[in-house]
């Protein structure tokens, strides 16, 4: 009879859960079954290593990886089922040739299977799996060396007289026979290969003809002669624009290439004030013109805009988007050669001259030290210790400026 504290102290059932016709929840659903969610290859994996254990096989071992991907990393071609299957494993050596190999495994093997043996060996899962490791190498070996003879026939392993009886002989027979297929996939692959190569250079070359079929176009559209002529009141301006090559695309060589032919006048020359400003006009108009033509012949009638872009750090880089570009945009040298300041943006005036300050600083000492602006740009850049550019600029404004302060402070 149980005390009268612990009677107390024990939770009794309600009378409801007493009633055996009571059906849990549990009881009352269904057992678990296999959703077809559940057949991913993250299951497969589970199921073959025999991980049931959460998540133990993701967070200790690479083993979630599809068998895809796995297949490919071991330089397994997923298309081809057949790369997974190796034609000369179809023949088993005969059993002559096996005893040859390591001719004690099978005495060792049958010692540790049979626990109630005389050779007082010790049943070890490590150690039996080593001696299913070791018999299946020995036919992996006498099949492989079917091949490897051909290869390597004066290596000491293939003068062992395994290597030189009948049976291997006959052995070597059947998996030559089992080989042609593998063989005639790497033919056909190869095949493929060979075509596709000589496709690629058949359009290669056709590329190149019409590379340059192009090119002789454009030079030949681009020997073309443009004349306008204005004629306000009695004076007569005549502007010729020529453009003699393809490659005159910018707005200096096509200013070069602009000749201006002012021609006899139709009367006499202005000798009054009126005839003067006329003839002031008529300049204007002509220098308009000149701008007109030259952004006509260039293509470009509006310029780009562009911003410097932020993520530059170094003097380096700076160098590299003054010189040569920076991504998408175009180097600023050649910005300020074709367009001048059109091409800057209002708000970025003052960064622009800050860069622009570094730049010459750069341009400046390469030309006194007489190296190469990259070479300054490097040193500079480790002068400075990789600093931003904006301490840099602020350093060289400073030594600028203290040549001056101490002339007036000498006066």
């Known amino acids: 009879m149980r005390p009268e504290w612990l009677r107390r102290r024990t939770p009794t059932s309600p009378v409801w859960m007493k009633d055996r016709h009571v059906i849990t929840l549990a009881a009352s659903c269904p057992p678990p079954q296999a959703s077809p969610a559940r057949t991913d290859r993250t299951v497969q994996i589970r199921r073959a290593g025999r991980w049931n254990n959460g998540d133990q096989m993701t967070g200790c071992y690479l083993t979630s990886l599809p068998f895809e991907f796995m297949r490919a990393v071991a330089d397994f071609d997923p298309e081809w089922s057949g790369s997974y299957f190796v034609p000369r494993a179809t023949v088993r050596p005969p059993v002559v040739l096996l005893v040859q ?9 049958e010692a540790h299977s049979s626990p109630l043996s005389d050779f007082g060996v010790e049943q070890n899962m490590a150690a039996g799996a080593f001696l299913e ?122 200013g070069d290439a602009i000749t201006s032919a002012m021609g006899p006048p139709s009367a006499a020359r202005p000798q009054n004030d009126l005839e003067k400003q006329r003839e002031e006009h008529v300049q204007v108009d002509k220098e308009k013109a000149l701008d007109e033509a030259s952004d006509m012949v260039t293509g470009r009638s509006q310029p780009p805009s562009f911003r410097l872009p932020r993520s530059i750090g170094s003097v380096q880089d700076l160098m590299h988007l003054w010189r040569q570009g920076w991504g998408d945009m175009p180097s600023v040298d050649s910005l300020e050669r074709d367009w001048g300041t059109r091409w800057r943006l209002s708000e970025e005036k003052t960064y622009f001259s800050t860069r622009k300050i570094i730049v010459n600083e750069v341009r400046r000492r390469a030309q006194l030290d007489g190296l190469a602006e990259g070479v300054v740009a490097r040193q500079m850049d480790e002068e400075w210790g990789f600093s931003s550019l904006d301490k840099l600029f602020k350093a060289i404004r400073r030594s600028r400026s203290e040549p001056v302060t101490r002339a007036l402070a000498a006066t």
């Open 101 to 109: 190999v390591w001719p004690q495994l099978d005495k060792w093997k």
């Open 133 to 254: 490791l070791m018999e299946w190498l020995r036919e992996v070996l006498l099949q492989d060396a079917v091949f490897l003879q051909e290869s390597y026939p004066d290596h000491p392993l293939f003068q062992d007289p395994v290597f030189s009886c009948p049976e291997f002989a006959a052995h070597s027979t059947a998996i030559q026979k089992a080989m042609p297929v593998v063989a005639e996939k790497l033919r056909t692959v190869l095949t493929q290969q060979v075509a596709a190569e000589q496709l690629a250079e058949r359009r290669h070359a056709n590329l190149l003809t019409v590379a340059r079929d192009l090119c002789a176009k454009l030079e030949e559209f681009a020997q073309t002669t443009c004349t306008v002529t204005f004629s306000p009141g009695r004076g007569t301006a005549a502007q010729q624009t020529e453009v003699m090559s393809a490659r005159q695309g910018r707005r200096r060589a096509a």
